[in-house]
Nanobody, 114 residues
């Protein structure tokens, strides 16, 4: 049974940094491409970043140059390092596969506010 658990969110000021984590059980993250998504209040869930099994990455234009997705296969965890945070980055952040229909985790709330 696949379980994804996001953590590391919090309240940060504009311009600050935060790293969120996605720990998985029931699957090997290293054998799967993984995506970070986010959902702001009143908006649809949107793509943020992807790390492929090859290690290559892809980002939404809105976060390119500020966010970095990475994985630690030994810990079965995927990370999203977020720098130069903006108010518009405020959302609940989720991880999942771009190809599989895995159950969604609870997400982790990131709030950027002064």
């Amino acid at each position: 049974q696949v379980q994804l658990v996001e953590s590391g969110g919090g309240l940060v000021q504009p311009g600050g940094s935060l790293r969120v984590s996605c720990a998985a059980s029931g699957i090997l993250l290293g054998a799967n491409s993984m995506v970070w998504y986010r959902q702001a209040p009143g908006k649809q869930r949107e793509f943020v970043a992807c790390v492929y099994t090859s290690g290559s990455t892809f980002y939404a234009d809105s976060v390119k140059g500020r966010f970095t997705i990475s994985r630690d296969n030994a810990k079965n965890t995927v990370y999203l390092q977020m720098n130069s945070l903006k108010v518009e980055d405020t959302a609940v952040y989720y991880c999942n596969s771009p190809y599989q229909s895995w159950p969604w985790g609870q997400g982790t709330q990131v709030t950027v506010s002064s």
